[in-house]
């Protein structure tokens, strides 16, 4: 782990707040946890997570699916559901809850689950831009609803995809000697900003995959890896063929 800057800490403007409650330290107390800015910005130990929002997410992504028409699903509807579902019960029942408890299952049956959706999430958009190109999608409203699934489960999967990869993983996130950030978050630059030994959490992950299909680029959180910018890239290329082409479609069929 990298070494602390000496005299950092000591810089006039650093640390200062514009208010607070009487007595708070005007530094939201991260002087006293004992942690330097190089340690916040290589990540603090994470503190104790459940699984549970990134599988009650998962199980939003499949809800996704059965919104889309049957034009845009490769062969019966059942069967991603049924073989997603099907994972997500495996991974629900014979696996810790907690990220605590280390589970070499759990994370490999996690990233079979994310590749699942993702995979899935990229046919239902290849099939939903053949079908516009080729006029198989003449509904307006339809392709709107299906866009729209469309670029949800992306955000929801792009979102799942971070969770799982920075610094090695929930689990790997405790460890101290954890490798290095995949992505830099405004709470890890700016001691005072958060609370002291911050870390980021799935809802975090998840609202840098929706800023990053919003914007089509990172917001207020950096990639700093090339697997964490490549899968930024992706993401962005899919949402932006998504709102531009498909979207901008569906209002001239409904014009």
């Not at 800015?37 to 009650?56: C, D, F, N």
């Not at 006029?135 to 339809?142: H, K, M, P, S, T």
Request: glycine share 10%.
């Amino acid at each position: 782990m990298p070494a602390s800057l000496d005299g950092f800490a000591q810089l006039p403007w650093w640390g200062v707040t514009a208010g607070g409650p009487p007595g708070a330290p005007s530094d939201g107390g991260w002087r006293a946890s004992g942690f330097s800015p190089e340690q916040l910005a290589w990540g603090v130990p994470a503190p104790e997570r459940t699984y549970w929002p990134a599988r009650i997410a998962v199980a939003a992504a499949v809800g996704l699916y059965f919104v889309l028409p049957d034009r845009l699903i490769p062969g019966p509807r059942w069967i991603v559901p049924v073989l997603e579902g099907g994972v997500l019960l495996v991974l629900s029942t014979t696996t810790p809850h907690r990220t605590t408890e280390q589970s070499s299952r759990r994370r490999t049956l996690a990233i079979l689950l994310v590749a699942i959706v993702t995979v899935t999430n990229l046919i239902n958009l290849g099939l939903l831009v053949h079908a516009l190109i080729h006029g198989g999608v003449q509904n307006g409203r339809e392709l709107i609803f299906a866009s729209a699934a469309v670029w949800f489960t992306n955000v929801i999967v792009f979102g799942l995809w971070y969770w799982e990869l920075d610094r090695g993983g929930p689990q790997a996130r405790h460890d101290p000697q954890h490798r290095e950030p995949d992505f830099l978050f405004p709470q890890m630059t700016t001691p005072g900003a958060g609370r002291p030994g911050w870390a980021p959490a799935f809802v975090d992950y998840l609202y840098v995959s929706f800023t990053n299909a919003t914007a089509f680029s990172p917001t207020d959180t950096m990639p700093l890896t090339p697997i964490a910018k490549s899968l930024m890239a992706v993401q962005s290329a899919g949402s932006l063929l998504t709102v531009a082409l498909v979207a901008a479609r569906a209002v001239n069929i409904l014009s």
